[in-house]
């Protein structure tokens, strides 16, 4: 029988809204987030680093399996660094675009009209590199080291990244979620520890004033919702 493991308890901090403020700060932030949309053409402009450690923090506030947090943020703001994580990425997505992606994801890709080449890598003032923490490590008393297991981590760290995304675009600065495939070339540049993984790399800044989008809309609630009565 396993040893039992008492933990302690506070009391739940819950605020009781109005049915009116709680629709009305619904529809607040429906209409903020509305207005998100993935930036392919940054402005140099600096970002505040306050504003950055305010939405990493908000990130962290994601639930995650047994409260393990299992993610790692490296924030990238040196020129040199983002150039070579540039080089690195156009590398494996100029492979992609030439002989890894079917067919079928590149005409998917065409009315984006994204290629193998990218330069906001370098011109975004902020990566935001996002790693999976596979396993915890720590002391085991007698001077080496063990694994601590971490449960449900592709979920919790998709939930912290989304936590991130609409923290940073509710602050007024744009985003990229950007994956290239692999992504090893980031724990070689970032020099990071084995038990960590790449998991998104995000640029953040202030959208170019010419920056443009794809005429592009999102499902309606009807046809990515079922309600069950």
């Known amino acids: 029988m396993s040893e039992r493991i008492d933990h302690s308890f506070s009391a739940l901090e819950f605020e009781q809204l109005s049915p009116e403020e709680q629709l009305s700060r619904a529809r607040e932030f429906e209409s903020r987030m509305r207005t998100r949309r993935t930036v392919r053409k940054f402005s140099p402009r600096q970002v505040p680093r306050e504003l950055i450690e305010t939405a990493l923090r908000i990130a962290s506030r994601a639930p995650s399996g047994a409260n393990q947090q299992p993610w790692r943020f490296v924030v990238v703001l040196d020129p040199e660094i983002k150039r070579q994580i540039r080089v690195a990425a156009e590398a494996e997505e100029k492979h992609n675009y030439?002989?890894?992606?079917?067919?079928?994801?590149?005409?998917?890709?065409?009315?984006?009209a994204t290629d193998w080449h990218k330069d906001f890598l370098e011109i975004a003032p902020c990566l935001i590199a996002v790693f999976r923490v596979d396993y915890g490590i720590e002391p085991d008393g007698e001077g080496?080291?063990?694994?601590?297991?971490?449960?449900?981590?592709?979920?919790?760290?998709?939930?912290?990244?989304?936590?991130?995304?609409?923290?940073?675009?509710?602050?007024?600065?744009?985003?990229?979620?950007?994956?290239?495939?692999?992504?090893?070339?980031?724990?070689?540049?970032?020099?990071?520890?084995?038990?960590?993984?790449?998991?998104?790399?995000?640029?953040?800044?202030?959208?170019?004033?010419?920056?443009?989008?794809?005429?592009?809309?999102?499902?309606?609630?009807?046809?990515?919702?079922?309600?069950?009565?």
Request: net charge negative; charged share 20%; aromatic share 10%.
């Open 98 to 112: 030439e002989q890894r992606f079917p067919q079928e994801w590149l005409d998917a890709l065409a009315a984006l």
């Open 144 to 229: 080496n080291q063990r694994k601590i297991k971490h449960y449900y981590v592709q979920e919790s760290v998709g939930i912290a990244c989304g936590f991130l995304i609409a923290a940073l675009h509710w602050m007024g600065l744009a985003t990229l979620t950007h994956t290239p495939s692999p992504m090893g070339f980031l724990s070689q540049v970032l020099q990071r520890p084995a038990n960590e993984k790449p998991y998104l790399l995000l640029p953040v800044g202030f959208p170019a004033d010419d920056a443009e989008v794809p005429d592009i809309t999102k499902r309606s609630l009807s046809e990515t919702a079922v309600f069950v009565e």
